[in-house]
């Protein structure tokens, strides 16, 4: 089973959006909605940001979004902060008889 | 408050083996699923094991089957990952991690802080 795949590295200007995809395949994202993305700052550890597909969990900011359209899901953030940079990792559940959960690569996230 | 709370990691010869454990406060283990997730040095997270609520059922990698066992003891709040037969592959920061919701045993909503083992002659 491999990883979901997250592009390396994204960035933005401070005030502006952008939008970190994550593709799998019909044995996780496509079918399932256990889908989730954490956020990670160096030497911490990572912080759910948007669990079954969509919702925050309560103290998240709503600048925070999360989308699914078939094997692909999206995690979008408006009106960057400096505070925003850091690593995000999606996830879902799979029914992969090696694995339970699959995570994504990782994306670098750089506010400008 | 939920906390979580590693320990056991440590330096160990490959083949050699470790137990980590997970101390839990501000919840029981009857209503939630927990998992192990690791972190290689500068890389991404990696799920590796996962125990339902109560512990009826577990859950591996591949990478792990047959060489880590994932359990619970109720009556210390202690999450428990004994591994057997260590790897240079296995040297990771390990988290132990709740399910946000109980009915969910795959998106976690609480982690612990982490502890490292190192797999190294």
């Known amino acids: 089973q491999s990883a979901l795949t997250q592009p390396a590295s994204v960035s933005g200007s401070l005030g502006q959006s952008i939008t970190i995809s994550c593709t799998g395949t019909?044995?996780?994202?496509?079918?399932?909605?256990?889908v989730s993305w954490y956020q990670q700052h160096p030497g911490k550890a990572p912080k759910l940001m948007i669990y079954n597909v969509s919702d925050r969990p309560s103290g998240v900011s709503n600048r925070f979004s999360g989308s699914k359209s078939g094997n692909t899901a999206s995690l979008t953030i408006s009106g960057l902060q400096a505070e925003d940079e850091a690593d995000y990792y999606c996830s879902s559940y799979t029914s992969s008889s090696s694995l339970d959960v699959v995570f994504g690569g990782g994306t670098r996230l750089t506010v400008l | 408050e939920v906390q979580l709370s590693e320990s056991g990691g440590d330096l160990v010869q490959p083949g050699g083996s470790l137990r980590l454990s997970c101390a839990v406060s501000g919840f029981t283990f009857d209503n939630y699923a927990m998992s192990w997730v690791r972190q290689a040095p500068g890389k991404g997270l990696e799920w590796v094991s996962g125990i339902s609520n109560s512990g009826a059922n577990t859950y591996y990698a591949g990478s792990v089957k047959g060489r880590f066992t994932i359990s619970i003891d109720t009556s210390k709040n202690t999450l428990f990952l004994q591994m057997n037969n260590l790897r240079a592959e296995d040297t990771a920061l390990y988290f132990c991690?709740?399910?946000?919701?109980?009915?969910?045993?795959?998106?976690?909503?609480?982690w612990g802080q982490g502890t490292l083992v190192t797999v190294s002659s």
């Open positions: 991690a709740r399910a946000f919701y109980s009915g969910d045993r795959t998106q976690f909503g609480y």
């Open positions: 019909s044995s996780d994202i496509g079918t399932y909605q256990y």
